[in-house]
């Protein structure tokens, strides 16, 4: 591309680039007509976008990372997503997603304050004013990360927005429980595993929403959304993993059997609240369905 057209382009930076919501964010802003700088701990392959290599728990390589590219806008979506291992090294969680977030925001109110920024929360978030609906460090780490951004948009006036998605699904490689049924399956399909799927509660319900989705609202966010708001993002549906299971199967020639382990623990979920989102003009266009099918191609394409 045109040095000089690259030069007109709006400047992104994006951490958490080989991800799997990184990846669709890379392709969705290319194509949205940014200059996107991706961000990752270790190479990471996509022509259309310039890469960096950034230890963002590092306070000094995150100052020299934030002086080189000069972003007008960043998406902040690297971090430590897994609730077990966050039991494991808390410190590590802390520090990748609390830490991380608070030495990009301060390198940019040093350099360019001005900039755009979308931090990505968790649903998993939990109220700081009631210490007892703390469940677990990764809870704290995102609560932590979320208090910071705010802080630092209140102390600064920086241009600091937080976005809470739910659950993330769709084609790409990732550990959420829809990848994983996925995954089981298409080895099924291959017999090279039991045609058996375990669950732990049937009935337990989720909203999932398709990455695709929650990609274009990070772009609605980071050009119309107001600074220091929290925005949900989600599909306003939940579905009982039965269901979830039900329509993994509608998509499969594979008859297999489901078992269910009956000593799980109740789950809590937190209000969703889409108006503020939905005011700015999106709404999620793709459904469960499709969402599904796209998940069982890709990993039977990437076997």
């Excluded at 609560?143 to 739910?166: D, F, N, R």
């Excluded at 799927?197 to 959304?225: C, P, W």
């Amino acid at each position: 591309m045109d040095g000089k057209v690259m030069s007109q382009m709006p400047k992104l930076l994006i951490t958490g680039a080989s991800g799997f919501t990184g990846q669709h964010a890379c392709n969705h802003f290319v194509n949205a007509g940014f200059a996107v700088t991706a961000v990752t701990k270790k190479n990471f392959v996509n022509d259309q976008v310039q890469t960096e290599l950034c230890d963002l728990t590092n306070k000094e390589s995150v100052g020299k990372l934030i002086k080189k590219v000069k972003p007008e806008y960043l998406l902040h979506l690297a971090g430590q997503s897994h609730v077990g291992q966050s039991w494991i090294d808390p410190v590590s969680s802390l520090e990748a997603n609390a830490m991380s977030t608070l030495y990009l925001i301060e390198a940019l109110r040093q350099e360019n304050p001005a900039c755009k920024v979308v931090i990505v929360g968790s649903a998993l978030q939990f109220d700081p004013k009631n210490i007892t609906t703390l469940t677990h460090p990764y809870s704290l780490s995102k609560t932590v990360q979320v208090l910071i951004a705010q802080s630092w948009g209140e102390l600064y006036g920086m241009h600091i927005i937080i976005a809470k998605p739910t659950n993330l699904i769709g084609p790409g490689l990732s550990n959420g429980v829809c990848s994983i049924f996925a995954k089981k399956i298409v080895d099924m399909e291959e017999n090279n595993a039991e045609k058996l799927l375990e669950v732990n509660n049937l009935q337990a319900k989720r909203d999932f929403v398709d990455v695709r989705d929650v990609v274009n609202s990070y772009e609605i966010l980071l050009t119309q959304g107001k600074s220091g708001e929290i925005y949900d993002i989600a599909s306003g549906k939940n579905h009982s993993l039965e269901n979830i299971i039900n329509h993994f199967k509608s998509f499969t020639n594979v008859e297999f059997i489901t078992k269910t382990n009956n000593n799980f623990a109740s789950e809590v979920h937190n209000e969703i609240n889409l108006d503020k989102i939905k005011k700015l003009g999106w709404e999620p266009i793709i459904n469960i369905e499709k969402s599904i099918l796209d998940i069982l191609n890709f990993y039977r394409m990437n076997k």
